[in-house]
């Protein structure tokens, strides 16, 4: 499985757009690129998932580049509720890894 | 329609004490895991269940852990005896065979005394 980098940390403000791009240079054909959420005392949630292009569901857009070697989570006019961990996973035929994930910070 | 059941959410054991963890999954998902979160790191796969059969038990401690899925619903991780480090998170995810996205519990959090 193609292994995945995120930044540690990031900060934002509540209201603006916050953009998490995760590298996976070794993605492999057959593999989906997902993002799950998780908060704190919580397990991970599925945010969304995309092979190529655009993807956009009620909570965010996931964009993906033609060579697919990279993908950005944006999550729209955050609030202080979005404060959670992202993490960037490679799937395929039901095997994820977790890396360490972002911890995104929402200040007001 | 009711998410992910785990039980109990906290349990504080001394070391070389057993230990139990309960998961009940989603209505109808065949495909059941467990996972390991340390505190600052993601979730490392325990096991995954296919209906009744662990296809992948790869990266399950055998000398200490055992995990059951008799009927193919619920299922059971046991670690026997306790360590210090395996203090953490215990999350149990199901899915529908054959489909990628994953539906977590809340996790057991377990502190080994």
């Known amino acids: 499985l193609a292994k995945t980098t995120q930044p540690i940390s990031m900060d934002s403000y509540e209201g603006q757009e916050v953009n998490i791009t995760c590298s996976h240079n070794n993605i492999a054909t057959n593999d989906y690129i997902t993002w799950y959420q998780q908060f704190p005392s919580q397990g991970p949630r599925f945010i969304i998932q995309?092979?190529?292009t655009k993807v956009t569901n009620e909570v965010a857009s996931l964009f993906i580049p033609a060579d697919r070697k990279s993908s950005t989570l944006s999550l729209p006019r955050v609030s202080l509720s979005d404060t959670a961990v992202y993490y960037c996973?490679?799937?395929?035929?039901?095997?994820?890894?977790f890396g360490k994930g972002t911890r995104l910070h929402i200040l007001p | 329609e009711a998410g992910v059941v785990q039980s109990p959410r906290y349990k504080i054991i001394e070391k070389k004490q057993p230990v139990a963890f309960w998961c009940n999954p989603i209505?109808?998902?065949?495909?059941l895991y467990w996972y390991l979160q340390n505190l600052g790191q993601g979730p490392e796969l325990l096991i995954r269940y296919e209906n009744e059969e662990a296809v992948d038990d790869s990266q399950l401690p055998k000398d200490r852990f055992s995990a059951e899925r008799l009927k193919g619903v619920d299922s059971t991780l046991k670690i026997q005896p306790a360590e210090l480090g395996d203090s953490a998170v215990y999350l149990c995810a199901s899915s529908l065979e054959g489909e990628e996205t994953q539906y977590f519990g809340p996790g057991t959090r377990l502190l080994v005394l």
């Open positions: 996973l490679v799937a395929r035929n039901d095997k994820i890894i």
């Open positions: 995309g092979y190529k």
């Open positions: 209505s109808g998902h065949n495909t």
